[in-house]
């Protein structure tokens, strides 16, 4: 049986429903198949759960520091992993049936519910039906990579998908690689009380940042007692006892982590696999992603490749962007691309490291006069009063054009402060502007115009 439509989106991640439902809005036949859960990664076991984690983890290292503060708590601070996850579920579940019931009660809108599979370049099976339409939006994220490192197959291992189904407290957590994910899991269960052991091979953390944030990120983590094995030359996985081990290698300290737990945190890999793409013709990278051009159009005329699965974000914020993008080309009559986006993301360590532009090695590179302004989060009022001073900010200046070139805002309220540089950056105004603009005391934004009047050449 052949279903016909205007359109059918594979996939109810991050750009999915919202294109399913702008262009049943315009009118058209749409059906969008998903085959696991409404929301995709980001509210599954993406964004949304790591970030209530996040706030249990802070709620309870606020705790700790109750004397700090001028108050008591009485008894010890202990966690709780049901409540917790309880927690979490709760704010999951309810997005996700949100969403789930917002595509269901849509009109012009068909849910399907399983595997979609290619059979043509306009036909998608799913179940026993295949369905046909003009257009094909593939919005298929991706899942965690597991790498074939030695032992992989034989030792249990976690990824962030089965961490959050934990409702156990690990009494030592060991998590290969220190890149975002790793941190924040690493930070949010050393401050439930696990025991932690971040491996990286990398001579450093979050190797994409700068240096200064790598060593600064490196330092808090470890402050709070996080074990961190950098160059992890020759990582292997085994069982050991009752728990499990990963063997370092490493040139100096003991040669294996033995931990309770292993959370294997080594990156994604696109769903592309199990897509029947090549009966549709659709061509993919060598690491699976479906290459697009600047306005999300694969090789294939009528498809369309949106969100992780395209290689060109990697954030819910860029799969929803991309959905901005295809929805105001096909619907708009406008010509927007995926190339007039400035990169921009969080990383929600406490405190959160918050990003845009270039970072200052690639602005050395780019050949440009540079300008640079800096201030630790210790001459930060704010800072100061909330008792949050670790960190620091920086932004980088083109000295010829006055355009800002990028930012870290790694402090307290980094993740919120970032966006009026991004703003003033999309704006295309000069730095000037933000340095003129009287912000508000006492806040982390407010040191950022006193930033932009003390440049120094880079
Ligand atoms: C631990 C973790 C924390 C994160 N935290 C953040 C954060 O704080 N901020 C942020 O911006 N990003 C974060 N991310 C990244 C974010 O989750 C993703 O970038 C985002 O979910 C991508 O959305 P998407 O629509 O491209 O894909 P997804 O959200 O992965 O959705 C794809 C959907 O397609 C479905 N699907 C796949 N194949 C098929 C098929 N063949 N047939 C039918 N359905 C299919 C899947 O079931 C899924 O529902 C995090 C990721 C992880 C792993």
Known sequence: MTNNFDAIVIGAGQAGP????????????????????????????GCTPTKTLVASAYAMHLAGRAMEFGFEVAGPVRIDMKRVKARKDEITNRSSGGIESWLKSTQNCFVYQGQAQFESPNEVRVGDEVLAARQVFIDVGGRAATPSMPGVASTPYLTNSTLLDLDILPRHLVIVGGGYVGLEFAQIFRRFGSEVTIIEKAPRLIGHEDEDVSTQAQSILEHEGVQIRLNANCIELMRSGEGVGVRVDCADGAPEVIGSHILLAMGRTPNTGDLGLDKAGVIRDARGYIVVDDQLRTNVTGIWALGDCNGRGGFTHTSYNDFEIVAANLLDRETRSVADRIRAYNLYIDPPIGRCGMTEH??????????????????????????????FMKVLVDADSKQ?????????????????????????APYTVMQRAMHIHPTVSELIPTMLGELQPL
Request: charged share 25%.
């Open 18 to 45: 919202f294109l399913a439902v702008r262009l049943a809005a315009a009118g058209q036949r749409v059906a969008i198949i998903e085959r696991g859960r409404f929301g995709g990664t980001c509210i599954n076991t």
């Open 362 to 391: 690639e602005a050395r590179a780019s050949g440009r006069h540079v300008l640079i302004g800096r201030r630790p989060m210790t001459r930060v009022a704010r800072a100061i009063e909330k008792g949050e001073t670790q960190g």
């Open 404 to 428: 800002i070139l990028g930012a870290t805002i790694f402090g307290t309220g980094g993740d919120e402060v970032i966006h009026c540089v991004l703003d003033m950056m999309y704006a295309r």
